[in-house]
């Protein structure tokens, strides 16, 4: 995914889109901090955390925008979060996902919203990087409840 991402900008610089290019710079430069942190290579399902993380950061500045009435900026986040999406896994429809869900509460025996960190330490372990985790936690919450 990496790779895929260094292309994108060669690409991108040969083609002239400046704006693009700088988003999907930003990209690689989080991915890069994230190496730097850990000290490590990240390999593609930790390169999506980062992503997933990335989005959500662009998500709360997007709500602070709009309630300020700056649209200016918030075209901008609305165009990185697209960007970033671009370089992330197809998410799974919600049917899929409740499908999911019930298996996971059938295999962990879960009843009550007590049992709500196994069934979504169970869905993040087999599916966390097709889930949006807070789609998966409202879910199993209507499911327990």
Do not use: C
Request: aromatic residues 2%; neutral net charge.
């Amino acid at each position: 995914m990496k790779k895929k991402i260094q292309m994108d900008i060669i690409e991108l610089m040969k083609s002239g889109q400046k704006e693009e290019l700088e988003i999907t710079r930003y990209i690689f430069s989080l991915i890069q901090k994230e190496e730097k942190d850990k000290n490590i290579e990240l390999k593609d399902s930790e390169v999506i955390q980062v992503l997933k993380k990335a989005i959500k950061r662009n998500q709360d500045s997007l709500t602070q925008y709009k309630l300020a009435d700056r649209q200016d900026l918030a075209s901008r986040e609305e165009r990185e979060i697209e960007i970033i999406k671009k370089y992330l896994p197809a998410e799974l429809s919600e049917s899929e996902v409740k499908e999911i869900i019930r298996k996971s509460i059938q295999e962990t025996g879960a009843e009550s919203i007590k049992d709500l960190g196994k069934v979504l330490g169970l869905v993040k372990k087999n599916h966390g990087d097709e889930i949006d985790m807070s789609v998966a936690s409202k879910l199993v919450k209507e499911s327990l409840s």
